[in-house]
């Protein structure tokens, strides 16, 4: 296994949670390069980018020279969107995408009362309350009015906002970042709106993108990610794809943790010798905003029905329906969040189950 990081073993989703605990990088570490090497019975090689493919000789190259392979599995991650913001100041802006930028951003906090987050989606709302758990006044400025609004409905977005807001999250929405200038230690941000802010810090939460370039310069079929099948193999025999930079069936993006495992199991499967399809379950998404918890399943693409609100006892519960009823997805915050269980299980029996893995 060759990393550019050090190959620390870290829960990624805690790197927007672990601020509230004070935790620092080394404490989210649980174990070290050289202790998974030794549990894994693998080589791990740390601090190593992998610089090219060479499919048709089946090697790749690094800075310390190149390694022959049987079998490929390219598990890259994704790039922070470059905010590509004018100012003296935007080159002080973080994004928080491994342990290392964690490291960074706490020391940036250090003494910081306000920092400002641009975006306001899951990952952004989830570094807000992150901050004010960690005694720091977010401000959060995204362009849509309301938070989550790629995510939920609308009503959704705005319960979150109301309650991050009573506990101290100041909003700017309808509005972007025009530019970040910085004047001792102070970061001066100008809104397109006109507004000025005067901050400690400014994340950036502007999403994602899959790293497809290796792959790309490789001759590997792309898209928005790695082109994979559903074995998991890419376009090229030998060489499969998963996680972050991964493009699977019908063209979805699965950029988080269990259908990573899922993929990595299945395609751990195929590579020991037995052939097996990777089948997602149905799997809600969670915005870990303990103020506010919300909970969303995004109905497929395809499917054809629409978003209605079923209120029971002032609890509201957002339900994506089609033309016979059926639930496709469902979208809860709040008290209403508890429910995810058995709007998964409603969900899941319109669906044929997927074979035992
Ligand atoms: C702040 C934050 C909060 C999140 N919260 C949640 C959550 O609550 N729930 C959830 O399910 N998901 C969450 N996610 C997403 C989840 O962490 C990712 O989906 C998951 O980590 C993807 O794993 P991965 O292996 O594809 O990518 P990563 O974990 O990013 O690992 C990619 C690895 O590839 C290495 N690499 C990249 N390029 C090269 C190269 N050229 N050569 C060698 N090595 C290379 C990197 O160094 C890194 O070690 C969150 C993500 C973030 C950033």
């Not at 390069?33 to 791990?44: C, E, G, I, P, T």
């Not at 994004?95 to 290392?100: E, G, M, Q």
């Not at 810090?201 to 928005?224: C, D, F, M």
């Not at 998964?344 to 319109?350: D, I, K, L, N, W």
Request: charged share 20%; net charge neutral; aromatic share 4%.
């Amino acid at each position: 296994m060759i990393s550019a990081d050090d190959g620390a073993q870290y829960s990624k989703p805690m790197l927007s949670t672990a601020l509230a605990q004070k935790k620092t990088a080394s404490q989210l570490a649980n174990s070290s390069a050289q202790d998974m090497s030794k549990r894994l019975n693998v080589a791990v090689i740390p601090h190593q980018r992998v610089l090219s493919l060479a499919p048709q000789s089946r090697t790749i190259s690094t800075s310390i020279g190149e390694f022959s392979y049987g079998d490929l599995v390219l598990a890259l991650g994704a790039d922070p969107i470059p905010s590509k913001l004018q100012g003296d100041g935007a080159d002080q802006i973080l994004s928080v995408n491994d342990l290392a930028d964690y490291s960074r951003l706490r020391a940036k906090l250090e003494g910081a009362r306000r920092v400002l987050i641009i975006g306001g989606g899951l990952i952004g709302c989830e570094f807000a309350n992150d901050l004010l758990a960690g005694g720091i006044v977010p401000l959060v400025v995204d362009p849509n009015p309301t938070p989550l609004a790629k995510l939920t409905p609308e009503a959704i977005g705005n319960s979150l906002k109301d309650e991050l807001e009573r506990a101290g999250v100041i909003w700017h929405l309808n509005t972007k970042v025009d530019r970040v200038n910085l004047k001792q230690n102070q970061l001066t941000v100008m809104l397109t709106n006109g507004l000025k802010l005067e901050v400690d810090g400014v994340i950036s939460a502007i999403g994602l993108t899959p790293r497809t370039e290796l792959a790309k310069v490789a001759g590997i079929a792309t898209a928005q990610g790695i082109l994979v099948d559903a074995y998991g193999e890419t376009s090229v025999p030998g060489i499969f794809a998963l996680g972050d930079c991964a493009e699977y069936l019908d063209g979805r993006l699965m950029p988080y943790v269990r259908p990573t495992l899922i993929a990595a199991r299945s395609i751990a499967a195929t590579l020991a010798g037995t052939l097996t399809q990777i089948h997602f379950p149905i799997m809600p998404i969670t915005v870990k905003t303990p103020t506010h918890p919300v909970v969303v399943l995004r109905p497929g693409l395809s499917v054809k029905g629409e978003w209605s609100v079923f209120r029971e006892l002032d609890i509201e519960h957002w339900l994506f329906r089609d033309d016979d009823n059926r639930l496709h997805g469902f979208a809860v915050s709040g008290t209403s969040a508890k429910s995810h269980p058995s709007l998964t299980r409603e969900v899941g029996s319109a669906y044929p189950k997927p074979p035992a893995a």
